[in-house]
């Protein structure tokens, strides 16, 4: 059930007073706010021979700090792009090679020389060396509060031909981070940090006069005005009506032209560029003759964009300037007045966008890339924060405004979808706080994930708890009060708090600074009719409706079931209306009194899943008897190939099923699965019985089977709890199966499962068993199971093994239980397999796999069933499968070859065949011959070459066809095709075992005893 989600109740909602979250904010004195000074003077030519910028650099920098300084710091952070920086050893840990493995001319870097400090020559210290994207010098003398002084320097700097965040390609240039940077100073020190993987940068802010030598024919975007000279946008103008807005004019501080002394006059065929900017922590560049140029504007501010030929469709024509305005106009609405005078959007060599003060460099000109990358220069342009230190603050918010976005413009589901994916990982233990410093995160992807994601998580449930206008208001006050300055988590905490009235330090610790699960569920309730004035006692209540009548009064108990604490909010919802309240949220047990004018039906907590809980299931009570505990469960009828998944309530689907078999004939059975949340309650319930019909056996047979898997209850990351109890088709018994598996990184690495199962299984009427499958006993194992998988170079590598142990007895007790003085009572049962596969050229796939495996008593055999299996799976493993299961089911009737993998995986052969002891190895070489990965019926269709050869440990003969195994081999060639139906995806194999060196084991006979011929068997599945 949806509940009614009606405009007035939910503006009703957002105008509840919190006044129990509400405390007094008590404001601890903090030092003023201060930052430095700097002013960068930059005279630099570009030499396409060496792909190298280079140049002077002076800095006038003002110490604004209560602090004397004895040492200078810069940031050379082309030097990140480079074999040996820590940014290259990042990725090598991670498996990527990226830089470390790019050659000469193909690395980036930056260089400085000859570095003055008050007037004396300084020596370079690199403190992270062999990293050198920070430089760090000792003053000549300290630099007092209020002092200034002069840094002056020759550099030079050459961007990587591997894009990332800078890049060159031909006479393209995406200059970014590419001079001498001052490094931050401020209430932390001096903001030294190498430049890695995850986290991006941090800037003072500064004056740049940025004095160019180019070539003559480069068209050029940049951070700032273009002061003096051509940037090339006339030439290269597509909007020939729009006039070209250079805003030379804009900085009434700025130098003129006359003023600006020349270093060297360009020489034929090149041109001198000067660029001016005030009130940015970073100047940026992008440069290529090729450039097609278009402007606009949004107000007084100038957009420039700069694209690629055969851009023209999806960038020209104003597409790119009109998405950029909109952008700038819902930012502007969010925040305030865009600070700076142009906005310049490129289309830079990377994918992907990256973000610069008065500069996007986009990979495309989608309309939520602008607005994500634009909403940057407000969040980390304008309130600038330290991307690497909290990286949340800009990535976070800045997702978060572009879902607000996406929502105003009618696109909704994408906050709802990440909520389930965080809480998900939250689940499996996965999470890592939003508020980490970026190198702290355990890889590149939980880096991105938990600043991105979980802090844009973080600004939704803000949101969620201040309210709508509150939060407008917190908004536009934290730019209004903290634009052109450093900001972090302090800073607009402060802001959070003044503009809501609310003590948020609790909500910030945990939403930012922990991963704690969330849970409340609904405990006791209690109803009764008023009469005359409602009494709201504990918690937060509604106003009566009428104060005069009666009405209904509900308490309801909320528990708080783990760590995390979030006020909640109440419904009740009565037969004509519905009245909401929040719980204060913090006690395990808390009472909270709600008032209805018609009689109360339905309690509901959190019915917008707006605080992360993560168990929505015992959200909700209902008064009454109900089915199904009062709960909603979304009740479908099963296609068998999806399940739908729900964050706020069960899943129950209906399958009616038929099946086939020899002693039942057609039986009819209905089936019903459950899901919550993609993982929790996966139940099946399948009541099944033979009809007859179609088979003279007539055995009339009523069966059951149970699954129980993942309750609520019982949640452990990473593990999988299953229950089977099933009487089905000649067979009872139960299987109980734990399993944990452990990832350490989601984007690569290995992954390993352990597990532990108990199985029992009891053979009781012969007349459903396959010949030749099982013996007269019951078996019982306990099983331990141990995996790995993992990626090395270009192959994929699997290992798995179990070990295990039983017993075999029936009716007449253990020993000898068929009569079988070879049978021992027990056994123990051992496999191990070993998978590889790898591409070996474009559509060629090479695949192997080794298998081993031993099933035997203490001095003799064990039971048939527990043998191990040559051709494919063993009868206990086929015994939830009804169309595999028993004798003459649709897969196994006569003429119908099938496979289902597993075993010695000897393709060919009777599926009957077992020994005791076996080793086996199988090759697969696969060639796509097409491959349309948008279709589903037949995304991709190969053919495939394979043998298969294993021998018998033990020279025996099988205990029940008595026919004697030793070497078992096959090859030949076949089919395979992968589809895709709902939401599953499965593969069709057809096969053609042309040799078979045991024709009189085969499982198709036709040929007959010669060893070369047409044999065939298919499958649903993959051979391993
Ligand atoms: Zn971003």
């Avoid at 600006?260 to 020489?267: L, R, S, W, Y």
């Avoid at 800073?491 to 948020?504: C, H, I, P």
């Avoid at 129980?708 to 229950?723: D, E, H, I, Y």
Wanted: with cysteine; charged share 25%; net charge negative.
């Amino acid at each position: 059930m949806t509940v009614s989600r009606a405009p007035t109740l939910l503006s009703a909602l957002f105008a509840l007073s919190f006044s129990s979250a509400t405390a007094q904010v008590n404001p601890s004195p903090r030092p003023a706010y201060w930052q430095q000074g700097v002013r960068y003077e930059i005279n630099a030519r570009l030499d396409e021979s060496r792909f190298e910028l280079a140049g002077t650099e002076m800095i006038e920098y003002v110490n604004n700090s209560p602090d004397t300084l004895s040492t200078f710091s810069l940031h050379l952070y082309l030097n990140a792009f480079r074999p040996g920086s820590r940014w290259s050893d990042a990725d090598s840990v991670e498996r990527k090679r990226r830089f470390n493995d790019l050659k000469d001319p193909d690395y980036a870097y930056n260089h400085v020389r000859n570095v003055r400090i008050m007037g004396e020559t300084v020596e370079p210290i690199y403190p992270f060396a062999p990293d050198s994207t920070i430089v760090r010098f000792e003053l000549p003398r300290p630099l007092p509060p209020g002092g200034s002084t002069q840094v002056g320097m020759e550099w030079d700097a050459r961007p990587s031909t591997l894009p990332r965040r800078q890049g060159r390609r031909g006479r393209a240039y995406d200059f970014a981070q590419w001079y001498p940077k001052v490094v931050v100073y401020d209430k932390h020190g001096w903001e030294e940090h190498p430049l890695y993987p995850g986290g991006e940068f941090y800037g003072e802010f500064a004056t740049f006069l940025v004095d160019l030598d180019l070539p003559e024919d480069e068209v050029m975007g940049a951070t700032g005005v273009p002061l003096c000279g051509d940037p090339g946008w006339e030439r290269a103008n597509r909007l020939a009506n729009q006039p070209i807005e250079y805003q030379r004019d804009f900085y009434p501080k700025a130098p003129s032209c006359s003023s600006i002394p020349t270093v060297a006059k360009p020489a034929a065929g090149r041109k001198r560029l000067v660029w001016y900017a005030e009130d940015v922590h970073h100047f940026a560049m992008s440069m290529n003759p090729d450039y097609r140029y278009e402007g606009g504007h949004w107000g007084d501010v100038a957009i420039h964009v700069l694209y690629q030929p055969g851009d023209t469709s999806a960038w020209g024509g104003g597409v790119a300037v009109q998405r950029t305005a909109k952008a700038l106009e819902w930012l502007d609405g969010v925040f305030g007045k865009f600070a700076w005078p142009q906005i310049s959007n490129v289309h830079r060599i990377e994918g992907g966008g990256t973000e610069f003060p008065m500069m996007i460099h986009d990979g495309s000109a989608d309309q939520g890339l602008i607005v994500h990358e634009l909403g940057h220069n407000y969040l980390m342009g304008i309130l600038a924060n330290n991307e690497w230190r909290e990286g949340w603050l800009d990535e976070g918010f800045t997702s978060y405004q572009t879902t607000l976005f996406d929502e105003a413009n009618g696109h909704f589901g994408g906050a709802a979808g990440d909520e389930a994916f965080i809480t998900g990982l939250d689940l499996d233990g996965q999470s890592e706080p939003a508020s980490l410093q970026s190198e702290y995160y355990k890889d590149f992807t939980s880096y991105n994930i938990s600043i991105y994601t979980r802090g844009e998580q973080f600004f939704h449930q803000l949101q969620y708890l201040v309210g709508d206008e509150a939060m407008h208001r917190i908004l536009r006050t934290y730019y209004d009060r903290w634009k052109l300055k450093h900001v972090d988590e302090e800073a607009f905490r402060d802001v959070a708090e003044e503009v809501s009235g609310m003590d948020l330090s609790g909500f910030f610790a945990q939403g930012l600074h922990s991963t704690d699960l969330v849970d409340y569920s609904v405990g006791r309730a209690t109803k009764r009719r008023l009469s005359g004035s409602a009494d709201g006692r504990l918690g937060t209540t509604t106003p009566p409706n009428d104060s005069t009548s009666s009405g209904w009064s509900t308490r309801v108990e909320v528990v708080r079931k783990a760590p995390g604490r979030v006020p909640v909010e109440v419904w009740v919802i009565g037969q004509s209306d519905t009245a909401a309240a929040r719980s204060i949220g913090l006690a395990e047990r808390e009472w909270v009194t709600i008032e209805t004018r018609s009689e109360p039906k339905e309690i509901r907590l959190d019915p917008r899943v707006a605080t992360h809980d993560w168990d929505m299931m015992n959200n909700q009570k209902k008064f009454g008897f109900h089915p199904l505990g009062g709960r909603d469960y979304d009740l479908y009828l099963d296609t068998y190939f999806s399940t739908p998944v729900h964050r706020e309530e069960g899943t129950i689907g209906f399958l009616p099923t038929v099946w086939y078999n020899d002693a039942g004939g057609i039986t009819l059975g209905l089936r019903s699965r459950s899901d919550y949340f993609g993982r929790f309650e996966q139940n099946q319930f399948l009541v099944s019985g033979g009809t007859g019909w179609a088979t003279d056996e007539d055995v009339l047979d009523l069966d059951e089977f149970v699954r129980l898997r993942n309750p609520v209850w019982l949640r452990s990351p990473g593990m999988t709890q299953t229950l089977d109890v099933f009487n089905v088709e000649g067979r009872y018994g139960a299987v109980l199966g734990i399993e944990r598996t452990n990832r350490p990184h989601l984007s690569f690495g290995p992954e390993r499962k352990v597990g532990l199962r108990l199985q029992w299984v009891v053979p009781d009427d012969a007349r459903f068993l396959v010949p030749g499958e099982y013996e007269d006993v019951g078996t019982a194992e306990l099983e331990l199971s141990a995996g790995v998988s993992d990626r090395r170079g270009p192959w994929r590598l699997g290992l798995k093994g179990t070990a295990g142990g039983g017993l075999v007895y029936n009716s007449r007790g253990l020993a000898n239980a068929t009569g079988r003085n070879d049978l021992d009572p027990y056994f123990y049962r051992a496999t191990l397999e070993g998978t590889a596969d790898r591409s070996i050229a474009p559509r060629w796939r090479l695949g192997l796999r080794g298998y081993a495996g031993v099933s035997a008593g203490g001095d003799g055999e064990t039971a048939k069933q527990r043998q191990i299996y040559a051709s494919g799976a063993d009868p206990l493993e086929r015994i939830t499968n009804p169309f595999l299961r028993s004798r003459g089911a649709l897969l196994l009737r006569p003429d119908v070859y099938y496979h289902m993998a597993g075993g010695g995986n000897l393709r060919g052969y009777d599926p009957t065949v077992s020994m005791s002891a076996l080793v086996a190895a199988n090759l697969e070489l696969e060639r796509t011959v097409l491959d349309r990965n948008q279709k589903k019926l037949f995304k991709r269709v190969s053919l495939a070459a394979f043998g298969d050869a294993g021998h018998a440990i033990a020279d025996e003969d099988d205990p029940i066809t008595g026919r004697n195994i030793e070497f078992l081999a096959d090859a030949g060639a076949g089919i395979r095709a992968e589809h895709r139906l709902g939401q599953t995806t499965f593969v069709t194999r057809v096969d053609f075992p042309l040799y078979t060196s045991r024709p009189d084991l085969a499982q198709d006979q036709h040929p007959g005893g010669d060893e070369f011929g047409f044999r065939w068997l298919f499958s649903f599945e993959a051979a391993w």
